[in-house]
């Protein structure tokens, strides 16, 4: 599975919707060939609330983590790995065209594609953090 699709599926896992539940690697069915593939919304129609999710786990994490404004602790709350060997991949699926090797730019683009990329795939995100 893609890492996007690692990110969807793990925010959606938490969701309180037992449908939420969605085998690895189910593609959406918004999803295009050339996306990486990222699981269903919950139930069609019920979004999942991703603010509410992250913000249980940031409360449940010994470290104070700020997935709002950082990729790394985003993907650090959800268990992922948040290298930048990692984050650069993350970048590639998402085809990003900056430097890779300036890292602070990259991870601005990175949280704000993944928000995009969740709010797609059912996901209620916030405004201020699609902008």
Do not use: C
Request: net charge positive; charged share 25%.
């Amino acid at each position: 599975m893609s890492i996007l699709g690692d990110i969807v599926s793990r925010i959606f896992r938490h969701s309180a919707s037992p449908a939420s539940a969605a085998p690895a690697g189910t593609p959406s069915p918004q999803s295009k060939p050339a996306s990486p593939q990222v699981a269903p919304p919950a139930t069609p129609g019920s979004p999942v609330d991703v603010a509410a999710i992250m913000d249980k786990l940031a409360a449940q994490s010994k470290e104070k983590l700020d997935w709002r404004k950082s990729i790394v602790d985003l993907m650090k709350l959800l268990k992922l790995d948040s290298s930048i060997a990692a984050r650069k991949r993350l970048a590639e699926e998402l085809h990003y065209t900056g430097n890779l090797k300036d890292s602070a730019s990259m991870n601005v683009w990175l949280h704000k594609q993944v928000m995009i990329k969740l709010a797609e795939n059912g996901g209620k995100v916030p405004n201020e953090l699609r902008r």
